[in-house]
């Protein structure tokens, strides 16, 4: 059964920092590109960042180039989302997707709100 559980989302100040884990089961992991994406009430999921399976190689949104950065572990079978400097327009939940199966799979999202 494939599973990809999120967490480490919290409410955080404005400058403030957060990392946000995807632990995954179910699938052969390291060989799949993992992707996170972000979504607000009233807007589409939006691509946040994406990391390859071998070499690492990794691509961000406009929006987040310079203050957040994806990795993963292999050996844990779990991808990071480590977001710095973050702002109030941050603010949404956050997912992570493996694509697998027709339209990928995604987990069930964790909160991130950016407030004073």
């Known amino acids: 059964q494939v599973q990809l559980v999120e967490s480490g989302g919290d409410l955080v100040q404005p400058g403030g920092s957060l990392r946000l884990s995807c632990a995954a089961s179910?699938?052969?992991?390291?060989?799949?590109?993992m992707s996170w994406y972000r979504q607000v009430p009233g807007k589409e999921r939006e691509l946040v960042a994406r990391?390859?399976?071998?070499?690492?190689?990794?691509n961000y949104g406009d929006s987040v180039k310079g203050r957040f950065t994806i990795s993963r572990d292999n050996s844990k079978n779990t991808v990071y989302l480590q977001m710095n400097s973050l702002k109030p327009e941050d603010t949404a939940v956050y997912y992570c997707k493996a694509p697998w199966g027709k339209d990928g799979f995604w987990g069930q999202g964790t909160q991130v709100t950016v407030s004073s």
């Open positions: 990391i390859s399976s071998v070499s690492g190689s990794t």
């Open positions: 179910g699938f052969p992991f390291s060989i799949f590109p």
